[in-house]
């Protein structure tokens, strides 16, 4: 069974940043690809970021340049930091790894982005 439990979330002004942690339960070398994916209230989950077991890095057009993904091996921690926060990055966050055929799923941590 693998668990992932996000944290980090919360309200920030327009401008602001905030920094997201996935933490996994088992070796992050288990996972092809680690990555934060976003949902907005009636819109479709969409990718956010992912890094590949080798550290490869893959980013969505919409926060290329504000976001960074990053990963603590030792810790089994993948993080997102977001700066420059803007209203629409307004949405749920998930924490997602992928392993061969296998998709697995944090419960989400909410960001709010408003003045």
């Known amino acids: 069974q693998v668990q992932l439990v996000e944290s980090g979330g919360g309200l920030v002004q327009p401008g602001g940043s905030l920094r997201l942690s996935c933490a996994a339960s088992?070796?992050?070398?288990?996972?092809?690809?680690m990555g934060w994916y976003r949902q907005a209230p009636g819109k479709q989950r969409e990718l956010v970021a992912t890094i590949t077991t080798g550290g490869s890095t893959n980013y969505a057009d919409s926060v290329k340049g504000r976001f960074t993904i990053s990963r603590d091996v030792t810790k089994n921690t993948v993080s997102l930091q977001m700066n420059s926060l803007k209203i629409e990055d307004t949405a749920r966050y998930y924490c997602?790894?992928?392993?061969?055929?296998?998709?697995?799923w944090g419960q989400g941590t909410q960001v709010t982005v408003s003045s």
């Open positions: 088992r070796s992050l070398f288990s996972f092809n690809v």
């Open positions: 997602n790894a992928r392993k061969g055929g296998g998709d697995y």
